[in-house]
């Protein structure tokens, strides 16, 4: 793949003059932000912004420059930095057009020139090939994305590769889950990790610097070197230092200096159950089992049998689990209730309604995860939740809160009489039926029942005298009402015969009188 970038590369690039930046693996001019176990060897500054979070639970190996003198020169120097290495036309060797996809790539020392973007994808290697004193210089104008890996071969020196983002007019790189990067970054704009990249290097933005965790590695390779190849000094880095139990691990032991090829060794420790290291590469990959600290020593042998021993950690957690708040409301009722976190690396630090919608009148403190307000529409309003622990881990669920009136109780019939069937109901409204039915102190009158199922009350009266009793309803959402009753039982009088029905039975008992007398007169005349 040489062969298209070789023509024109008679002259070598001058290294990029650093001055004070040399000590620093990272300097934000804004904000540096940490939500991980990153580790960073090297000076971590920030200028003229103020803003320095997540160190700890980050480590700086070195001195933090929070807006002072050392970050103010350092901000300064990488502005000259910056537009050395942005310069259209540097001395040495003419420019190479070098767009998109770079994974793959064997380069030579030059300078590679992108009017849009650079980037190198997951499962992908950019190798740079060149001795100790060659000097890479790559012009980005927008974007530079590393999902995979960058290395070094032929004794390449990780502090004479530049990488300047944003020649186009603003810029930002991106290093990758897994990625493993070599250079200087200086970024127009921004230097964001997105959890457990290595970069051999340093990270370098006039405005923000971002580790999103899980947590990732900068070593400050030094300053840039042009003279004869120093002897081997080999090094190799930690993996990423944090995990979670059932979650994808990428991360890497990382070798520098030396003469590559490098092969790794777990000496002694052992790597966390589920994990495995590549000892061609130090990839270190696997889904983790069982949750525990796993320290352990990863040793580096280059191409003339030097050893480099690092003792690492990787600590693993159980991974976040979250729990869906209440599922019932009621509207023109007052909610209350929390999403729920546990595992992962206490506290969490922030909870978010990832997809869908909350209930009306119902709203998310993003900080504690409760959910409180009052509803005012019915309905079912299904959402996502999702948690981040201060590991920058993350869980998330599917939750529904269903919103329905209040339940109301309608009492039965309130009369009846002793030995009259009684056949009336509880009735509710409101809620989410199917409804049960009880009573909830008192008692029906003597010889009535309750169906819980129906609300029918039904029986016959065996009793006089008032009965006061309370009724409640449950609805299929545990929504609940209840309701005081009165049902008073009396002594019904025999039903009265209707006067119409008196005149015709004293006119049968006239028709009797008549035919009998007839009957007994037509006897008469015969005898």
């Known amino acids: 793949m040489c062969v298209a970038f070789c023509a024109g590369l008679q002259a070598q690039q001058a290294p990029v003059p650093l001055n004070s930046l040399v000590t620093f693996g990272v300097l934000g001019g804004s904000t540096v932000t940490n939500v991980g176990l990153t580790t960073v060897t090297g000076n971590l500054g920030v200028a003229p912004g103020t803003a320095i979070t997540g160190f700890p639970p980050g ?56 009017s849009s973007s650079m980037l190198v994808n997951i499962g992908e290697t950019l190798t740079l090939n060149g001795p100790a004193n060659a ?41 990758g889950t897994g990625a493993q990067m070599v250079g200087t970054i200086m970024a127009q704009a921004s230097v964001t990790f997105a959890g457990s990249g290595v970069l051999a290097g340093r990270a370098l933005a006039m405005a923000a610097v971002n580790f999103n ?6 070593v400050q390779p030094g300053a840039p070197f042009t003279g004869p190849p120093p002897p081997p000094a080999l090094s190799v880095a930690c993996p990423a230092p944090g995990a979670n139990v059932g979650v994808l691990y990428t991360s890497a032991a990382v070798a520098t200096g030396g003469t590559s090829p490098y092969t790794y060794l777990i000496t002694s420790g052992a790597l966390p159950p589920g994990l495995t290291l590549t000892p061609t590469t130090g990839a270190i990959t696997g889904t983790p089992t069982t949750a525990g600290v796993n320290p352990f020593h990863v040793t580096a042998t280059d191409a003339t049998l030097t050893m480099a021993t690092a003792s690492c950690t ?9 729990t869906c708040p209440s599922s019932t409301a009621t509207i023109g009722t007052a909610y209350n209730s929390s999403i729920g976190a546990t595992g992962g690396t206490p506290p969490f630090t922030s909870f978010s309604i990832s997809s869908g919608t ?22 079912p309003d299904p ?37 009259t069937p009684y056949n009336s109901s509880l009735t509710a409204t409101g809620g989410t039926p199917p409804y049960t039915f009880a009573i909830t102190s008192g008692t029906l009158p003597a010889g009535l029942t309750l169906n819980a199922s129906t609300g029918a009350i039904t ?37 009265p015969i209707p006067s119409s029905l008196n005149l015709v039975l004293i006119g049968l008992a006239c028709t009797v009188l008549y035919r009998s007398r007839e009957r007994l007169m037509r006897l008469l005349r015969r005898s």
């Open 459 to 495: 029986g016959t009266p065996t009793v006089v005298g008032p009965d006061v009793f309370t009724a409640g309803a449950t609805d299929a959402s545990a929504r609940n009402a209840s309701q005081s009753c009165s049902l008073t039982i009396g002594t019904f009088p025999p039903t």
């Open 135 to 175: 000097v890479w210089i790559f012009q980005v104008g927008s974007s530079l994305t590393i999902n995979g890996n960058v290395v070094l071969t032929g004794g390449a020196l990780a502090s004479n590769v530049f990488w300047v983002v944003g020649t186009g007019g603003s810029g930002s790189a991106t290093i």
């Open 383 to 419: 959402f996502n939740v999702s948690a981040t622990d201060s590991a920058g881990h993350s869980g998330s669920a599917s939750c529904n809160i269903a919103t329905a009136a209040a339940v109301a109780v309608i009492c039965p019939t309130s009369a009846a009489g002793v030995g």
């Open 358 to 379: 909350l209930p009306a009148g119902l709203s998310l403190n993003t900080g504690t995860g409760a959910i409180t307000g009052t509803p005012t529409t019915a309905g």
């Open 314 to 322: 990787i600590t693993v957690v159980a991974a976040p689990l979250v």
């Open 213 to 218: 965790g899980p947590g990732s590695s900068v």
């Open 59 to 114: 480590i700086v190996i070195g001195a933090i420059d929070d807006d002072n003198s050392a970050a103010i020169t350092a901000q300064a120097d990488l502005t000259t930095a910056y537009n050395n290495a942005a310069t259209p036309s540097r001395p040495g060797s003419p420019p190479i057009t070098a767009n998109g996809d770079l994974g793959g790539l064997i380069l030579p020392p030059g300078l590679y020139v992108a």
